[in-house]
Nanobody, 116 residues
Framework: QVQLVESGGGLVQPGASLKLSCAAS????????MGWYRQAPQKSRELVAS???????NYADSVKGRFTISRDNTKTTVYLQMNSLKPEDTGVYYC??????????WGQGTQVTVSS
């Protein structure tokens, strides 16, 4: 069983930055597509960013140019650098590990609140 542990969330003001981390308990991290989802209050969960084993990234339109996803296979960790945060970025952020063909593991989530 894979465990994903997120960290780095918190309360920040608009315009600030945060960096989320997600550590996987074990491999096969290097062959997994890693992702970050978020769920805002009263809204459904949405994909924020993902990164394939080869490093190809994908972002939601709402975060393009502000967020950067990266991975360190030696540390089995994926990161989400979030800059120029907005109140609408508020939500619980979840890390995911997806393995071909249909297995996906989820972390427990970390709260991000952007408020003045």
């Amino acid at each position: 069983q894979v465990q994903l542990v997120e960290s780095g969330g918190g309360l920040v003001q608009p315009g600030a930055s945060l960096k989320l981390s997600c550590a996987a308990s074990r491999n096969p991290f290097s062959i997994a597509t890693m992702g970050w989802y978020r769920q805002a209050p009263q809204k459904s969960r949405e994909l924020v960013a993902s990164i394939t084993p080869s490093g190809t990234t994908n972002y939601a339109d709402s975060v393009k140019g502000r967020f950067t996803i990266s991975r360190d296979n030696t540390k089995t960790t994926v990161y989400l650098q979030m800059n120029s945060l907005k109140p609408e970025d508020t939500g619980v952020y979840y890390c995911t590990m997806s393995l071909f063909p249909t297995t996906t593991y989820w972390g427990q989530g970390t709260q991000v609140t952007v408020s003045s």
